[in-house]
């Protein structure tokens, strides 16, 4: 699995001494990992937005940098491979 460079994503920050250095959403204490670990166990974004201190747009740009940055560093297929072969 890539590992993200969340210091290029502008919701996000990690202070030294504030939730043990951990990536959190800027402003708050709510930890990055928390919105994929919620959202792997089923809750919805509205539900994450009522229960702790983040918005929508706040979520939506985590979600939008993690996508961005795994679909970048996603391995290339070859235009020309032939998958019929495999």
Do not use: H, Y
């Amino acid at each position: 699995m890539a590992t993200l460079d969340w210091s290029q994503c502008p919701a996000v920050e990690s202070i030294s001494g504030k939730v043990s250095g951990a990536w959190v959403f800027r402003g708050t204490r709510m930890p990055v990992a928390a919105v994929f670990e919620n959202l792997e166990d089923g809750m919805t974004i509205d539900e994450l937005t009522e229960q702790f201190d983040v918005t929508r747009e706040q979520i939506k740009a985590v979600l939008d940098f993690a996508a961005r940055s795994l679909k970048n560093s996603a391995p290339q297929r070859p235009a020309s491979a032939d998958v019929s072969a495999v």
